[in-house]
C-alpha cells in the first residue's frame, strides 16, 4: 500500500493549477474566467497546506490557507458585482466584447 | 573764498537749468531767476574783489584743485586760480551781464522764447566765468568752447530768421578754425611737457629752460605761442578770421552788447593776458602786427557802414585789436586796462543802439536823425561813450587807449623797424573818432529823415536805461585813475628767461614800461587825431559842408573795396567754402556711387545667398529633420508599442505567464 505523501499533494495541486490557468485562457465567458481563478486560488491553498504538514510541522500554512479562501470569497464577491453592471449595461458578460479601457 | 566763488560761479548754472526745465512756468517767465542769481554773482564779485583792492596786492593769489582724471602715469587735475586779473575779470563779466540781463526785460519783453533767452544768457554767464577761473589750459577750452557754443545760441537765437541762423553758423564755424590752432598748441605744449597744462607749472617749466624743440627754423615755444593766440585769433573776431562778427549783430542786442563787445570777444585778450609770459618775443610781435593790422583793417570798414550795429561790430573789432596790439608790444596793463574800459563804453554804446533800434525799428542810421529831443537819456549815453571810445581827455578810453598808443610808440622808437604798429595805431585812434562821430551825428542830429521813424520813436523804458546810466558812469577817466588802482592791483609779470637765440634781439621795449617822452607826444597826437577826427566828421555828417557822397564818387574803387569789406568774404567764398562744397559735392557722390553703389551694396549678392541658404538649412536640417524629427519618430514609436495594448485580458495573461516562463528557466539554468 503506497502512502500518500507530499508528492501526491503536490500533483494535485499541480493538476488543479493547470486546469484553472487553462480555463482561465480559453473560457470567453467571465464566468469561467472567475471559476478558473478559484481553481488556481485553492491549488495554492492546497500547496500551503500539504508543505505545512509535511515541511514547516506548524500552523502557519494552514492559517495562510483559510485566508485564501475568504480572500476567494470576498473577491468572488466584487468580481460578481463587476460583472453584474457589466451585464445589467450590454446584456453580454463576453470578455470579447469589454474592450473599452484598451486605447 | 571757495564757497564765494563756486556761487558766483554756479548761481547762474543753476538759474540755467532752472529757466530751461521750469521757465515758462515761472512767474514772469523767469526773468527774476536769472537776473537774481547774476546779481548775486556780481555782488560776491565785489566783495572778492574790493577785498582784494584793501589789500593793494599785487601779487595777490588763491589757488584750489580737485583730481580729475587720476592714472598711474597721467593725471589731470581741475583747478581754480584767482589773482587781480580773475577777479578784474570777474567784475567786469557779472557787472556787464547782469545790466544786459536786466535791459533785456525790457528789450526781450514780449518774445515768444523770453525763458529760454535769460537761460542762454546765464548760460553764457556760467561758461564765461569758468573760463576765467580754471587754472590749467585743458580747462579753459573746455569753457572756451563753452562760450563758442553760447554765442552760437544766441546769435541764432531767432532762429527762424535764415540770416541769423546762417550767422549763427558762420561765427561757430570760424571761431573753430581758430580753436584747432589752439587745440594744436595745446597738444604741443602737453607733449612737450609730459602733461603741464597748469598755468603756474608750465610758465616755471618754460623758465626752467625746459620747453626746447624746434620747428621748420621756428623755436617750438614760439609755434606753440602763435598756435594758441590763433584760439585768440578766432574768438577775438582778429584778421583773418573777424568775418563772423559783424554778422553776429542777427542776434538780439543785448546778446552783441555781452557777448561780442564787452565778455566773450575778450576771452582771446584774456587768453593773450594769461598766458603773456608764455609768448616769446617772435610770438609777441606777430600778436602785435595781427593786433595793429586789424584795429587799422576794420576801422577803415567801419567808415562806409550805414547799420549802426555793423558799425560798432567793425568798431569792437578795431578795439580788440588795439588790445591784442598793446600786448604785443608788451604795453600789458594798458592792453588789459583797454579791456576793462572797453567792456564798459562799449557795452553802453551797444546797449544804446539797442535802445534805438528799439525805439526806431530799424538799423540804418540813413533813416535816423533828429533822435536827441525824442531819446534824451539814450542820446546822452551814447554821446558819453563816444567820447570814451574816441579817446577825448577825462573819459576812461583816453586813460586806457593812451597807454596803448604809449607802450606802441615807445616800442617803435625802440625797434624803428616795426614803426608799422604805431603807425596803425595811431591812423586807427582818428579814425575811430571820425566814425563813431558819424554815427553819433547821423542818428541823433540833423533834421529827421523817416517821418514814420521819428514819429514812432520815444525813449526806452526805465530798466533799459538804468543799464545805460550806469555804464555811461563807468565810461569816465577817473573811475579807473583815481588813486591809481589799476595799475597798483595789475603789474606786467617779469618775463621769463628765454633761452639766448630764442628771443629777438632788437625787441627791447618788451620789458620795461614805456618813456615818459613817448607819453606826452602821445598824449598830444592822439588828442589832434581824435580832434581831426571829430572835426572831420562835424563837416562831413553835421554841418554837410563836405559831402560824403561826392567824396565816395570820387574815390570809387576805394569807396567799393571798403564797401565791400575788402571782399574777404567773397575772398573766402571763392577760396575756402566753394571749393569745400565742390569736395563735398565729390565726396558725397564718391559715397554714394562708389561706397554705397559698390561697395556696400556689392555685397548683396553674397550676403543674400548665405542668408537664403543658411534659411534652408535652417528649415530642413534643424527644423524639420532635427526638431519635428524628434517628435515625429517618438510620435511613431508610441504608435507602435501601443498596438501591444490589445485590451484582451487573456493574451496578457499568456504573456504573464511566458515572462514568468522565461525567468523561472533562467533562473534553473
Not at chain 1, 500500500?1 to 493549477?17: C, P, Q
Not at chain 2, 556787464?96 to 542762454?120: E, N, P
Not at chain 2, 609768448?279 to 584795429?295: H, K, M, N, V
Request: aromatic share 14%; net charge neutral; proline share 3%.
Amino acid at each position: 500500500m503506497m502512502t500518500i505523501g507530499l508528492f501526491h499533494y503536490l500533483t494535485v495541486s499541480s493538476i488543479l493549477f493547470a486546469l484553472g490557468i487553462i480555463a482561465i485562457l480559453s473560457r470567453r465567458n467571465a464566468i469561467g474566467i472567475l471559476l478558473g481563478i478559484e481553481l488556481v486560488m485553492n491549488a495554492a491553498g492546497i500547496n500551503f497546506v500539504a508543505f505545512s504538514r509535511y515541511v514547516a510541522s506548524d500552523l502557519s500554512g494552514q492559517i495562510f490557507s483559510l485566508f485564501i479562501i475568504v480572500i476567494a470569497a470576498s473577491e468572488v464577491v466584487v468580481a460578481l458585482a463587476i460583472l453584474l453592471r457589466i451585464y445589467m449595461n450590454r446584456q453580454t458578460i463576453d470578455i470579447e466584447d469589454v474592450g473599452e479601457m484598451k486605447c | 573764498m571757495l564757497e564765494k566763488l563756486l556761487l558766483i560761479w554756479l548761481l547762474p548754472l543753476a538759474a540755467f537749468l532752472i529757466q530751461v526745465f521750469l521757465g515758462k512756468r515761472l512767474y514772469r517767465r523767469g526773468d527774476w531767476v536769472s537776473c537774481g542769481a547774476v546779481f548775486t554773482s556780481f555782488i560776491f564779485s565785489c566783495v572778492l574783489f574790493f577785498n582784494m583792492l584793501g589789500e593793494h596786492n599785487p601779487h595777490f593769489k588763491w589757488t584750489t584743485s580737485w583730481d580729475w582724471i587720476f592714472l598711474p602715469d597721467f593725471q589731470l587735475k581741475f583747478g581754480l586760480l584767482v589773482d587781480t586779473v580773475t577777479l578784474s575779470m570777474l567784475v567786469v563779466i557779472t557787472l556787464v551781464s547782469l545790466l544786459v540781463h536786466v535791459y533785456s526785460i525790457g528789450y526781450m519783453a514780449g518774445d515768444k522764447l523770453y525763458s529760454r533767452y535769460f537761460a542762454y544768457l546765464s548760460f553764457f554767464t556760467f561758461s564765461m566765468v569758468g573760463l576765467v577761473l580754471v587754472d590749467n589750459l585743458f580747462s579753459i577750452y573746455i569753457f572756451w568752447e563753452l562760450v563758442g557754443l553760447a554765442s552760437y545760441l544766441l546769435i541764432g537765437f531767432w532762429f527762424e530768421k535764415p540770416s541769423a541762423s546762417n550767422a549763427a553758423k558762420k561765427a561757430f564755424l570760424t571761431t573753430r578754425i581758430g580753436d584747432i590752432g589752439m587745440f594744436l598748441g595745446i597738444l604741443i605744449i602737453f607733449f612737450n611737457t609730459n602733461g603741464i597744462l597748469e598755468y603756474e607749472k608750465l610758465f616755471q617749466y618754460v623758465a626752467d629752460g625746459k620747453f626746447t624743440g624746434e620747428f621748420l627754423g621756428m623755436s617750438l615755444l614760439t609755434v606753440a605761442g602763435i598756435l594758441l593766440f590763433f584760439g585768440a585769433i578766432g574768438k577775438s573776431a582778429q584778421f583773418p578770421l573777424h568775418i563772423w562778427l559783424p554778422d553776429a549783430m542777427e542776434g538780439p542786442t543785448p546778446v552783441s552788447a555781452l557777448i561780442h563787445a564787452a565778455t566773450m570777444v575778450a576771452a582771446g585778450v584774456y587768453l593773450v593776458t594769461r598766458m603773456f609770459v608764455f609768448f616769446t618775443p617772435d610770438a609777441l610781435l606777430f600778436i602785435a602786427y595781427i593786433g595793429s593790422f586789424t584795429a587799422l583793417f576794420a576801422a577803415t570798414m567801419a567808415l562806409t557802414h550805414n547799420d549802426i550795429k555793423k558799425v560798432l561790430a567793425y568798431s569792437t573789432i578795431s578795439q580788440l585789436g588795439y588790445m591784442m596790439m598793446g600786448l604785443g608790444v608788451g604795453a600789458y596793463v594798458a592792453g588789459f586796462l583797454h579791456l576793462v574800459t572797453h567792456a564798459a563804453f562799449k557795452a553802453s554804446l551797444f546797449l544804446c543802439s539797442g535802445s534805438v533800434i528799439h525805439a526806431a525799428h530799424t538799423q540804418d542810421m540813413r533813416q535816423m536823425g533828429g533822435l536827441k529831443q525824442k531819446m534824451p537819456i539814450t542820446f546822452w549815453a551814447t554821446l558819453i561813450a563816444t567820447l570814451s571810445i574816441s579817446g577825448v581827455p577825462f573819459f576812461s578810453g583816453f586813460v586806457s587807449k593812451d597807454m596803448l598808443l604809449a607802450g606802441a610808440l615807445s616800442f617803435a622808437t625802440e625797434n624803428p623797424q616795426h614803426a608799422l604798429i604805431a603807425i596803425f595805431a595811431f591812423i586807427t585812434a582818428g579814425l575811430t573818432a571820425f566814425y563813431m562821430f558819424r554815427l553819433v551825428f547821423m542818428t541823433f542830429f540833423g533834421a529827421p529823415k523817416d517821418p514814420k521813424v521819428f514819429s514812432h520813436a520815444h525813449e526806452s523804458p526805465l530798466t533799459m536805461t538804468l543799464p545805460l546810466m550806469i555804464l555811461s558812469v563807468l565810461s569816465f577817466g577817473f573811475i579807473f585813475t583815481y588813486n591809481h588802482w589799476f595799475e597798483a592791483i595789475i603789474q606786467k609779470p617779469a618775463l621769463l628767461n628765454y633761452q639766448s637765440g630764442l628771443s629777438v634781439g632788437s625787441l627791447k621795449a618788451l620789458g620795461h614800461a614805456p618813456h615818459d617822452a613817448s607819453h606826452l607826444i602821445t598824449v598830444i597826437l592822439s588828442i589832434a587825431l581824435a580832434g581831426t577826427g571829430i572835426f572831420l566828421s562835424y563837416l562831413f555828417y553835421f554841418k554837410g559842408v563836405l559831402s560824403a557822397k561826392n567824396w565816395a564818387h570820387r574815390f570809387q574803387s576805394m569807396y567799393q573795396t571798403l564797401v565791400h569789406l575788402y571782399w574777404v568774404d567773397e575772398l573766402y567764398e571763392w577760396t575756402v567754402v566753394r571749393p569745400l562744397i565742390r569736395l563735398n559735392n565729390f565726396m558725397a557722390h564718391f559715397d554714394n556711387r562708389v561706397i554705397d553703389d559698390r561697395l556696400v551694396d556689392g555685397w548683396v549678392p553674397l550676403t543674400s545667398n548665405t542668408a537664403f541658404y543658411s534659411g534652408d538649412f535652417d528649415n530642413v536640417a534643424i527644423d524639420q529633420t532635427l526638431v519635428d524629427g524628434t517628435g515625429l519618430s517618438i510620435a511613431k514609436g508610441g504608435m507602435e508599442v501601443r498596438k501591444i495594448q490589445t485590451g484582451r485580458i487573456q493574451q496578457y495573461l499568456i504573456l504573464a505567464l511566458a515572462a514568468l516562463c522565461i525567468i523561472l528557466l533562467i533562473l534553473m539554468l
